[in-house]
């Protein structure tokens, strides 16, 4: 072999004849199955290959190949071996001058044939799948450093080389799945483990990917996906896109992700478990490309996630419009719990895409979402609702709001102009969104999240009579000229929204609550002394309102409405520390825990709590009183002359063309009855008693 490789050093000339020698007698020993010499042949062929670096190893570089090709296509597993370590050795040279006449079609066929190898014996078949993905290792290596590295990227080489290397991933997973969690390979394990080997080959191929071909090596991952059923359970696609966007160049983040939409696209119509396993994975790719560039995709993600929310609420309509007794119904139920998983899903990727925003970038996609809420008045909206019916128009009402909170969730702006701009708060505050308690209860979130710019919302959790609010610790600013000017514009719409909101029948304690809230918030945020009156205004008209009850409502939201009231009155009143309104509250608050605890947050929304009969009889002293409020405050130097002037919803068109009761009635009777608010004598006037009955009271 020393002479030898001295002759063909000294030589170089005469390396083809000396390959091609080689290569003749090894072809025969490989017919007649003589190991020993095809052993001797290839050690020489290895070696020469090594030694020599001159140009004339060219045509000894292919009766090289041609022996490893022959080596790879017998039967024997130890041939097939001894080839593809004679080849890795080969790709690991670095040649002078690149060949543009060689192609690796053979080998990356036969090394992906390796890979899914079903030799009967487990250790030879682990050998085998080994070797493929060492040679698939190989050719990429050799390819992308040479010249003609475009040709290995051609989707007829994607698609062998890239299932080849998730078959063999996604076997150890599936053993790993049953025998619980890895351990951390060691250098052995990596050697001897195909699915180490095969991701590590994975990530050094992706990591090697431009932006011309980058479409070309994730494609063939959705196809094995789709092949294999791997999208429900999706853990092993979630590890396969994790690596992907780890491994590829954070640049071409948003080129995943579009193949990622439009995988979606196309399976828009499969099963719910599939469409929400690649919702999964979508976010998972979406966390890791929020950090770096997300690209131009951002609206196309919104987008097309909206669409496929539309889509899943559209197919969970039908099915329950379709479903029929029996065990159809079950089956009905079972599928219409799955869209539910598809709509959590697509919330999840929503809030967490937009959370990861930056502000200028979130206050655009706040106003796109609030764009599809199908809303009266608004044709703008994109959303295709006709085959929804009302019961699916809700159901997407109460996902997009879902969506839209989580993406305000932590969302500051500096004015709330910023924050609820005219075209978001219309739509937001529409009666079309008041029609069910959840999507009341949504509305009412989401404006928190606008409003609170300070993080007080957790002090004000709950609705009771706090103590000393000052114990709260309550963060707060001086009112700027631009809060002040939008409450001139806006305050009379918020407060509407806050006044019907507390009178709709179908309201639970979370409702209250989040009413409560939202005064509390107001008076924080944006209150001036002017708001502060309209705000006490309010208080009192809900208060007339509970106890005319021209709504009828039952005897627990007329307590609850009291509750409301005494709570924020008592939260109020702290908040601009004027003494006598301070002991009017308290005063009202004590005697009603005597003799009226049911017009007390901590009584009525207990279990159990007992109810009046009726509220005709009650003493003056258990209301808070207008009169009493006014002296108050018009001694502290506060312009109390609205005060006498009750307060009266705003009527907009909508509401004499919804299908919602009007309120149009409710107003021309507070005008006629209330003048001078609650009256001064001891009990309730008799007039008060017989509107209630002709109002069949």
Known sequence: MEKLTFYAVSAPEKLDRIGSYLAERLSRDVVRHRSGY??????ALDQLLMACHSQSIKPFVESFLHMVAKLLESGEPKLQVLGTNSFVKFANIEEDTPSYHRRYDFFVSRFSAMCHSCHSDPETRTEIRIAGIRGIQGVVRKTVNDELRATI?????????VPSLLFNMQKIEEVDSRIGPPPSPSAADKEENPAVLAENCFRELLGRATFGNMN???RPVFAHLDHHKLWDPNEFAVHCFKIIMYSIQAQYSHHVIQEILGHLDARKKDFPRVRAGIIQVLLEAVAIAAKGSIGPTVLEVFNTLLKHLRL???FEANDLQGGSVGSANLNTNAKDSDEKIVQNAIIQTIGFFGSNLPDYQRSEIMMFIMGKVPVFGTSTHTLDISQLGDLGTRRIQIMLLRSLLMVTSGYKAKTIVTALPGSFLDPLLSPSLMEDYELRQLVLEVMHNLMDR??????LRG??????VADLKIKREKICRQDTSFMKKNGQQLYRHIYLGCKE???VQKNYELLYTSLALITIELANEEVVIDLIRLAIALQDSAIINEDNLPMFHRCGIMALVAAYLNFVSQMIAVPAFCQHVSKVIEIRTMEAPYFLPEHIFRDKCKLPKSLEKHDKNLYFLTNKIAESLGGSGYSVERLSVPYVPQVTDEDRLSRRKSIVDTVSIQVDILPNSIPSDDVIPTDW??????SGV
């Open 38 to 43: 095809v052993l001797i042949a290839m050690e």
């Open 153 to 161: 990227w051609e989707p007829q080489h994607m698609d062998k080389i």
């Open 216 to 218: 070309n090596a994730v």
């Open 312 to 314: 899943s609420v559209e």
């Open 454 to 459: 300070h993080d007080n919302r957790a002090k």
């Open 463 to 468: 609705i009771r009579i706090i103590p000393d």
């Open 505 to 507: 029948e179908d309201n």
């Open 689 to 694: 008693k017989n509107r209630k009955r002709k």
